[in-house]
């Protein structure tokens, strides 16, 4: 008599359909796999390379830009400050973990915790603590513009925060922005888990040019 097939489970991603994921450019985790304290210390170090074409004055610029936003909210930024804050980090070495929010919620449950304490181990690094990093927020397109505006912003400084109170990280060194659902990580897919994300960009090679 013939064997039974065997039975197949299949693992959706229900929870990142709550979620939102902290995100990033390259060497990125699959979104089911939570990254570690390693990979993202990798994906946030510059290389040495980086950034060696700018001009001095392009970049003093870029650090005077940040400096004006130290200690300020994410809800605080104009649109135009946003932009101008994208367009810096475009070229900035980031990364993307996945952080499970509740859904319309902004509050860190224990399995987001999980993930925004890996992510502090990592900027507590040699190689990355003392940086300036960008806390950006980004939702998918459901939704009116202007709800998912407030809650990446909220999403973005609830991260911030956390990583100030539990890891002594210095407020001036974290910059939240919020983007709504203006910046999809997948454009095929406006809906798909992977656009609600917080970006972590390591934004230290402009602020140590103004020193």
Do not use: W
């Not at 510059?46 to 870029?62: D, M, V």
């Not at 400050?81 to 973990?97: G, I």
């Amino acid at each position: 008599m013939p064997a039974r097939p065997s039975k197949f489970i299949k693992i959706t991603c229900c929870l990142l359909a709550s979620g939102i994921a902290l995100s990033v450019s390259a060497r990125v985790a699959r979104p089911e796999e939570p990254m570690t304290v390693d990979q993202i210390v990798n994906a946030l170090v510059p290389q040495s390379t980086r950034g060696l074409s700018a001009s001095r004055a392009q970049t003093a610029e870029q650090a005077g830009f940040l400096e004006s936003l130290r200690k300020r909210t994410a809800s605080s930024l104009a649109p135009e400050e946003r932009q101008k804050l994208a367009a810096l980090a475009n070229d900035k070495p980031s990364t993307d973990v996945i952080i499970n929010f509740e859904y319309n919620s902004n509050k860190l449950g224990p399995t987001a915790i999980s993930a925004a304490e890996v992510v502090g181990n990592a900027l507590l690094n040699p190689q990355l603590m003392g940086g300036t990093f960008v806390v950006a927020g980004h939702t998918d397109a459901k939704g009116n513009d202007a709800y998912n505006q407030y809650l990446s912003e909220r999403r973005a400084e609830a991260v911030k925060n956390y990583l100030i109170e539990h890891f002594n990280i210095p407020a001036a060194n974290l910059v939240a922005v919020g983007y709504g659902k203006t910046r999809l990580k997948n454009m095929d897919n406006p809906l798909a888990p992977e656009n609600r994300r917080v970006q972590i960009v390591n934004v230290s090679a402009a602020t140590a040019a103004a020193k």
